[in-house]
């Protein structure tokens, strides 16, 4: 059991890893768009963690408080991403730089969250 929580891990973190790789690119090329990558990674790591939330293959306590706020946050950037990609397709297939920017630092705030607060 303890291997398979590993390996689902794995599998979140490629989640995060496409997430955050597919807004990086379009930040570095200014473009403020959110690609197919993107969607992919977020759908990656919501299923992978919310199968990490209940207590399977760990000899230790969950921190609820913690996974409860990292699923609060991936909810926000789940919204920011439904919402922007609407209105993105609606007219030039960017999303404002405000939106574009807080789906980005909410990911990185994920992924502090995940490996500083223990
Ligand atoms: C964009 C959203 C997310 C990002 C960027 C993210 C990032 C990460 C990262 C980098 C780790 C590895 C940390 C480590 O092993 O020390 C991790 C672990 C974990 N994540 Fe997430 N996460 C996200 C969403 C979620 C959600 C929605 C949940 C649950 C509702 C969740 C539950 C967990 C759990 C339980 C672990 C620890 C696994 C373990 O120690 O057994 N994550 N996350």
């Known amino acids: 059991m303890e291997i398979l929580r590993h390996i689902v891990v794995f599998v979140h973190i490629t989640g995060f890893a496409l997430l955050f790789g597919g807004w990086a690119v379009e930040a570095f ?3 403020f768009r959110i690609n197919t990558v993107m969607n992919w990674g977020l759908v990656i790591a919501a299923v992978a963690g919310l199968a990490l939330a209940a207590p399977w293959g760990i000899s230790y306590d969950l921190n609820y408080a913690k996974i409860g706020t990292k699923l609060v946050v991936l909810l926000a950037i789940g919204a920011l991403m ?5 209105r993105a397709r609606k007219g030039d297939g960017t999303v404002a730089p405000g939106l574009f920017w807080t789906i980005g630092i909410l990911t990185l705030l994920n992924a502090g969250l995940a490996v500083i607060w223990r």
Do not use: M, P, Q
């Open 29 to 31: 090329s200014r473009r």
């Open 82 to 86: 439904g919402i922007g990609g609407a």
